[in-house]
């Protein structure tokens, strides 16, 4: 379990840079107010340019990111191993048999980003982000990996993903990533 939890807080910044490339990227923002209503004489046409410009400096962007995390890494359930045996089978690779059928506690201090972000446990907040991730399920070489992270951003609003991760020149790295489902 411990090798699992070193490679979990090793992948995990990588995780959350691919989910969180920006702010909500998979969800469009609003379109902008109409301008308002301004007279234009018969025969007379105003052309007018939006010279305006997003840059970093704009407040929304410098905003601070409070995720909430699942406070255990999930176990995976009976469909979930079978999808990825499934998985390991089309991949040429051979599932560990290590028992993964009870979770752990995440240690927040161990999940480190390049952003702004901090992390709470889910049960200290109910009112922003989660995720959740489950356990990694190694082959046997114990070089390949794969589990699955679900991001749910408000009411009606998530996203699952099976990842499969692999260890190169000593550093494991994101392979692939599937969506599952998006609501």
Not at 27 to 41: A, D, F, G, N, T
């Given at each position: 379990?411990?090798?699992?939890?070193?490679?979990?807080?090793?992948?995990?910044?990588?995780?959350?840079?691919?989910?969180?490339?920006?702010?909500?990227?998979?969800?469009?923002?609003?379109?902008?107010?109409?301008?308002?209503?301004?007279?234009?004489?018969?025969?007379?046409?105003?052309?007018?340019?939006?010279?305006?410009?997003?840059?970093?400096?704009?407040?929304?962007?410098?905003?601070?990111?409070?995720?909430?995390?699942?406070?255990?890494?999930?176990?995976?359930?009976?469909?979930?191993?079978?999808?990825?045996?499934?998985?390991?089978?089309?991949?040429?690779?051979?599932?560990?048999?290590?028992?993964?059928?009870?979770?752990?506690?995440?240690?927040?201090?161990?999940?480190?980003?390049?952003?702004?972000?901090?992390?709470?446990?889910?049960?200290?907040?109910?009112?922003?982000?989660?995720?959740?991730?489950?356990?990694?399920?190694?082959?046997?070489?114990?070089?390949?990996?794969?589990?699955?992270?679900?991001?749910?951003?408000?009411?009606?609003?998530?996203e699952g993903i099976r990842v499969s991760i692999r260890k190169i020149n000593g550093k494991w790295v994101i392979h692939d990533m599937e969506v599952l489902y998006v609501s």
């Open positions: 379990m411990e090798y699992e939890k070193a490679v979990l807080y090793e992948i995990f910044p990588a995780w959350i840079d691919s989910v969180y490339s920006a702010p909500y990227s998979h969800i469009l923002p609003p379109p902008p107010p109409p301008p308002p209503p301004s007279p234009v004489p018969q025969g007379q046409h105003q052309l007018k340019m939006d010279t305006t410009t997003i840059s970093g400096s704009t407040p929304i962007y410098n905003r601070k990111w409070v995720i909430a995390v699942q406070d255990s890494v999930l176990p995976l359930e009976p469909s979930d191993r079978e999808d990825f045996e499934d998985f390991f089978t089309t991949s040429g690779l051979i599932p560990d048999t290590t028992d993964i059928s009870h979770g752990y506690k995440i240690d927040l201090d161990k999940l480190k980003t390049g952003k702004d972000i901090t992390f709470i446990y889910r049960s200290e907040s109910e009112n922003t982000d989660i995720i959740s991730l489950s356990r990694i399920q190694f082959d046997t070489t114990g070089s390949y990996g794969v589990f699955w992270g679900e991001v749910y951003c408000g009411r009606l609003c998530a």
